[in-house]
T-cell receptor
């Protein structure tokens, strides 16, 4: 009964390829996020969607394009992958209305670009 | 800009000792401060949180304190156990309805048996 699930868990690909990561939440939350965790464990927000609308877009290269077909799903597509894109990508969701609330994280996708 | 500083980056204690991790935040409008624990290869999971209208909160062996004036908050773990070994992250929200959290750099806690 996973609350936030993302696939795949591992992704190994060559430079220049295009790949997608999918995320789904069954918590009924209105807001979903993508975070990137680099090799130093630093967690940094990339994007956020609220009810399918983009509300946060940090300074991320435009090779990264999020898509939210509905409020339970948030996918991340990455074009022309580079070595520096290697990281763990976490999807998360929360009920953002009314201020800060707990963010629930998916299990992460470890992306390795070779 | 928005920033959360966390110290120390690594912490090693003997089983049964206490551990304290400290964070400072920059946005005076922040009003929600969660702490996450991330075990090796796993997802971050909330262990405790505190809101700005409360100075202290406790849940069994863990407690969090908040000093709004100084913009400091701290995590206290008492009677540490080997299973407490993990990376701990503090975070602060950006006062808006986006739910955006700014995370500290993380503290790797090692509890030696």
């Amino acid at each position: 009964d996973t609350a936030v699930s993302q696939t795949p868990k591992y992704l190994v690909t060559q430079m220049g390829n295009d790949k997608s990561i999918k995320c789904e939440q069954n918590l009924g939350h209105d807001t979903m996020y993508w975070y990137k965790q680099d090799s130093k464990k630093f967690l940094k927000i990339m994007f956020s969607y609220n009810n399918k609308e983009l509300i946060i877009n940090e300074t991320v290269p435009n090779r990264f394009s999020p898509k939210s077909p509905d409020k339970a799903h948030l996918n991340l597509h990455i074009n022309s992958l580079e070595l520096g894109d290697s990281a763990v990508y976490f999807c998360a969701s929360s009920q953002a209305r009314g201020g800060g609330t707990e963010a629930f994280f998916g299990q992460g996708t470890r992306l390795t670009v070779v | 800009g928005e920033n959360v500083e966390q110290h120390p980056s690594t912490l090693s204690v003997q089983e049964g000792d206490s551990a304290v991790i400290k964070c400072t935040y920059s946005d005076s409008a922040s009003n929600y401060f969660p702490w996450y624990k991330q075990e090796l290869g796993k997802r971050p999971q909330l262990i405790i949180d505190i809101r700005s209208n409360v100075g202290e909160k406790k849940d069994q062996r863990i407690a969090v304190t908040l000093n709004k004036t100084a913009k400091h908050f701290s995590l206290h773990i008492t009677e540490t156990q080997p299973e407490d070994s993990a990376v701990y992250f503090c975070a602060a929200n950006i006062a808006s309805n986006t739910g955006k959290l700014i995370f500290g750099q993380g503290t790797t806690l090692q509890v030696k048996p």
